[in-house]
């Protein structure tokens, strides 16, 4: 399968900026993958993602999209932009009309689609974040949850074939955050490619089939969440730490309680396998017994 | 959250009259106002626009209140000046020592001015206080207004708030570290507000560029378009209301307080 976004060598700089923001980054992500950028403050993760849709443009090296790189005059940009969704981190900074309707609709408008179909793509993607009724609303007076899934529908008004979210759970609680998460994968289950990037270990290692770890405007490992997750020098280097979850069950399987693969994804399923170890256990025990 | 004028005109109970209408009725009231020539036709206008604020809309009276007095306080300034300054007629009252006096007319004209005034504020106010800037900006749209400004319009209303919060935010900041203590702290802190706001605002709107870019903006503003019909009792109420105040003025207009 051919990559759909091909990222080669690039680097860049600030306007100002002393030491380059990223340098020498390559990585290619597939067409319907969970892509989490894992890294720690500084990393260049924000950095990279404005890179995708266009709105920065690197120093050197190439970003491709479908096997073409990306050409920087406006009208190329448009199309780009129109097919790869940015969520802002701040949704304040995203939101830019008085009312929920008028935002949405800002991503269609521009593209000049007709009024009728405006219309739907608004309400559609009003339903999809679940914010049926909120069409007349001020940004102003809605919840740091509700402005955030405005600023997701307004990306998904536009119908984009991937999505990119620069820390889509900073500053929201976790039952909020949960929900977000769900939206995420609910919307890769249709066929979306979505790249989020993120701290939070747990949350990558649980949404995501791919992992980029950065750290100092480099790419410092990819793979499966597990492998990445698994490797303590690593993660150090990345001022990060091991999932809970992971390292649990890895420290289970290294003292021989559970067997090493595959890693369990949620705490229910690493309960499931101690519990049956546990019961493989007593049976054998009780077989020996018997005889 | 902040009280503001929007959050009232959000939840007051004249939201469901058409904005047109109510915006029909603030405009006329203040064209009437202005050209009574005499002092009771504004003070009806005042006087009734009042009450369906406060009865009707159901405003609290502390925050009508308080947002009245800050113009018709500058009018009452301006009133004195007037006062003073205006001949004509036999003399009231004389300044002792200076050579001040107040006479019929100026006397006259001062009530003129400050009734005008008080009325139009109502005016004002009753629209400010009933009608969201949303369904005005829908409205704008309808009569023609150039879409420039109503872009313009939206923008500049989205970030008021936006503006608030971070002047807020700076503030608390500056007052938990405790600064606003003594005088000169104080001068010193607003001066700090003021240039960090400044900062913000333009970082604000490099980042309003590359939103908007990200969504393809190609220059032109979505503007909600719903709308509501005006009611035919409540037209022909309007106008029943304004001929009144219309008779009124022409019937007092040469009426003279003193």
């Known amino acids: 399968m051919t990559p759909l976004l091909t990222i080669e060598n690039v680097a860049y700089t600030y306007p100002g900026g002393q030491t380059p923001a990223i340098s020498g980054v390559s990585m290619e992500i597939a067409a319907g993958s969970k892509t989490a950028l894992v890294g720690p403050n500084g990393a260049g993760k924000s950095t990279f993602l404005l890179m995708l849709n266009g709105i920065l443009r690197p120093d050197s090296g190439v970003v ?41 609709a800002f991503g269609p408008v521009n593209l000049g689609l007709p009024p009728d179909d405006v219309r739907r793509a608004v309400r559609d993607a009003l339903d999809h974040v679940g914010l049926q009724g909120y069409e007349d609303r001020p940004p102003h007076l809605l919840s740091g949850g509700e402005k955030k899934r405005v600023a997701i529908a307004g990306i998904l008004a536009m119908d984009p074939e991937v999505l990119v979210f620069d ?36 949350l990558a290692y649980r949404w995501a089939d791919s992992v980029i770890l950065m750290g100092r405007g480099r790419v410092l490992a990819r793979g499966a969440p597990e492998e990445v997750f698994s490797d303590p020098d690593l993660l150090t280097a990345a001022r990060l730490r091991s999932p809970a979850l992971l390292a649990l069950s890895n420290e289970l399987a290294h003292r021989g309680i559970i067997d090493r693969c595959p890693p369990p994804k949620s705490m229910a399923e690493l309960v499931d396998r101690i519990e049956r170890s546990i019961s493989d256990h007593a049976s054998d025990r009780g077989g020996h017994e018997r005889r | 959250m902040y009280e503001t004028l929007d959050g009232y005109a959000r939840t007051n109970r004249l939201g469901s009259i058409s904005p047109g209408l109510k915006l029909f009725l603030g405009l006329a009231s203040i064209l009437l106002c202005t050209s009574s020539p005499g002092p009771i036709a504004p003070l009806l206008v005042a006087v009734s626009l009042s009450a369906a604020i406060l009865i009707l809309a159901r405003i609290p009276p502390r925050v009508y209140a308080c947002t009245l007095l800050i113009p018709v306080s500058f009018a009452m300034m301006s009133v004195i000046v007037i006062l003073f300054i205006t001949g004509g007629g036999p003399v009231l009252f004389e300044v002792p020592f200076l050579p001040l006096a107040i006479t019929a007319g100026g006397a006259n004209l001062a009530i003129l001015l400050l009734a005008r005034v008080f009325g ?49 935010q700076i503030y608390r900041s500056q007052v938990m570290r405790l600064g606003y203590g003594r005088f000169i702290e104080s001068v010193n802190s607003l001066g700090m507000l003021v240039g960090a706001l400044f900062l913000r605002t333009i ?11 990200a969504r393809c903006y190609s220059g032109t503003f979505s503007t909600p378009g719903y709308s509501r019909s005006v009611s035919p009792r409540s037209f022909i109420a309007t106008l029943i209301y304004l001929g009144t105040v219309f008779a009124v003025s022409l019937k007092t207009g040469s009426l003279q307080f003193i």
């Open chain 1, 64 to 104: 491709r999209f479908s096997g073409r790189p990306l050409a920087y005059d406006s009208k190329s940009l448009r199309d780009l932009r129109r097919r790869v969704g940015f969520v802002f981190q701040n949704p304040d900074v995203q939101i830019i009309a008085p009312t929920v309707e008028a935002d949405v």
């Open chain 1, 167 to 202: 820390e889509p759970t900073a500053s929201l609680d976790p039952a909020t955050s949960g929900e977000v998460m769900d939206l995420l994968d609910d919307l890769a289950s249709r066929g979306r490619t979505v790249l989020l990037s993120t701290h939070d270990v747990e």
């Open chain 2, 120 to 168: 139009g504020t109502c005016a004002l106010l009753f629209v400010a206080l009933t009608t969201p800037m949303t369904e005005v900006f829908a409205l704008l749209k309808k009569i023609g207004v150039p879409t420039v400004l109503i872009d313009l319009a939206m923008l500049i209303y989205r970030f008021i708030f936006i503006f608030i919060a971070e002047a807020d």
């Open chain 2, 203 to 213: 970082d604000r709107g490099e980042a309003l560029v590359l939103a908007m870019d």
